[in-house]
C-alpha cells in the first residue's frame, strides 16, 4: 500500500519532505501509540489520522505546510448514500464531534443539493458548499466548509472531481482542496489523474490536498 501511495505521488508530482518509511504503520492507532511510547510526535510533517466508526470509513486529515502547522481539519468520508435520513444523521454526528473546516462527502447519491439538506448534516453553524451531482444512482460529491473559518473563493467540478480554492483565514493561508471519487475502470482512472497532474503541478505553490475515495486495490489479498 505505501509503494502505491508512493508510485502515485510520483505521478501527481508529489516530492516526500520526510521519511515515509513508516507512515502507514501511523494510520493505525496501535502504529500511534508505539510512535509516542518511542518520542514521536503527532505533530510531525504529513501525519494523518483515521478511525474506522461502526457505520462506516472516514479519514482526518491536518495539513501542514512551510514547516508549520495550517490548523485545517478535513473529514472526508465515502457514505454510499446520503439520502436517508439515518446517514445524515450519523455524519452529523461526526461533523458535531470532530469540528472539520472542511468536510467531503463521496457517492453521495443526490443529483441535487439544497441548504436544508446541507443543514442536516452540517448544523446550525456557518457554512458554505460545493456539490457535485450524481449520475443518476451512482456517484456524487460535496464539500462543505465552516464560513467562519475559511474563506473559499472559487469552485470547479470536472468528472469525479470537486475542487474549491480559498483561504485558512486566521492563517492567511491559501489552499486547493480535490474532493475525487475515482472510477473503478482502469482506463477511466488513468484518463482521471492525467486530468488531475497538471492541475497539481501549477498548484504547488500553495497548500494542497488531493483525497477521496480512489477505488484502487493494488493487491487482491
Known sequence: MSEDVKELGKVVGVKYQCDTSNTFNLLSGEGR???R?????ETANDVTGGEKAEWGVWSRWELWWAGREVLMKILTYNVRGLGGGEKREKVRRLVLDKHPLVLRLQETKIQVMNDAMLRSVWGNNPVGYSYQPSSGASGGLITAWDAS???VWSSMSFKHVLIIKGMVIALGVEF????VYAPCDLAAKKELWERIQPLVLNNNDLCLCVCGDFNSVRYAE
Open 33 to 35: 501509540r508505539l510512535w
Open 37 to 41: 511510547a518511542a518520542g514521536g510526535s
Open 149 to 151: 473559518r475559511v474563506d
Open 176 to 179: 486547493i482542496l480535490f474532493n
